[in-house]
């Protein structure tokens, strides 16, 4: 689908840092308040990457290594709130004058959770080019961030990653789920010894297929026969009614791979699996359904995950989804059965 904006990789966008990391002190002439102007008071890299000069480290700098240049939000922002929490405090261009490599342009943001429990935040960031077409986006996920905790971080645009010259920032999408539920790619094991994820799907003349990938990172064989359990829910996470929920695929689209009955899928350590979502985003007379959540059951006894896919499920009311199936192209090269 086309888009006027496009989303720079994860590896380009930098690490979270909470509190102080990526802040500065407002010099006593308030010129870091104005929004205009360098910041005087010496400041850190908004990032884990290096300074110029210096050797990669896996630590973020702790080092004063710069003064970028303090540039005013636009009108348009407001007060910086944007759903969900998400408040952007401050923006800044970097370079090479500033001593921090790697860097073009930060922001900084807030984070509070106005919900009952814990949750992952996943926020796309536009930073906008002084033409105002099109723009650069970066996706930034915050782990688990607690009941009535407000956390604060920095977002950053790699060098040579933008449009050009960016004059303002804003959030484009907020999305969070419950920490518990959190969907995991990578990283540690979970308690359950299986990852479960949604992969960032495909799209085509209306049709939409999401992939969603079942993982045995545990150290016990996992046996599958069936499809997904799926619960469908809107933005402020209240349930969708009356969208059917389809075994299999074939109903939306023929040639999926969902479209035959399950087979038992034993799965060892290190294996993985995946079951195909598909709809299409087909509007006629009615309201367009659209639900960006889905709770995720991969067996009966299985422990829910969120995943986020997007659903856009125009006027259909149908939803297919097809059964697991091996993925034989998986390959885990840090060891998928490794636990701590």
Known sequence: MPTASRTVPAVLAAALLLAACGSQRASS??????????????????????????????EPSVHPSGTPTALPLPSANGDGTAGDGVKITALYAWGPQSGCAGVDYSADFEITNKRTEKATYTVTFGFLPASRAGGDNVRKTVEAVGAGQVVKGTVVLGEGTGNGPVTGVKVIKVRSVPAAEAPSASGTCPDSGMRLYADEGDAAMGL?????HL??????????????????????????D???VLQGTDQISTGLG???????VVLRPGQAAVAGLAWRNTTQAGEPVNAPYVRVWATPAADPVMVVPELDLGTTGKLGVGPWRKDDTFSD?????ARP
């Open 29 to 58: 002439s308030g010129d870091a308040d104005a929004g205009g102007g360098p910041v005087r008071a010496e400041a850190l890299c908004p990032s884990d990457l290096p300074q110029y000069g210096s050797p990669p480290s896996a």
């Open 208 to 212: 939409r297929v999401v992939g969603l």
């Open 215 to 240: 993982v045995n990172c545990g150290t016990r064989h996992v046996r599958l026969n069936g499809y997904p359990k799926l619960a469908l829910e809107d933005e402020d996470h209240h349930p969708v």
């Open 258 to 264: 969902g479209d035959s009955g399950p087979q038992l």
């Open 242 to 244: 009356g969208v059917r």
């Open 333 to 337: 090269p840090a060891g998928a059965a």
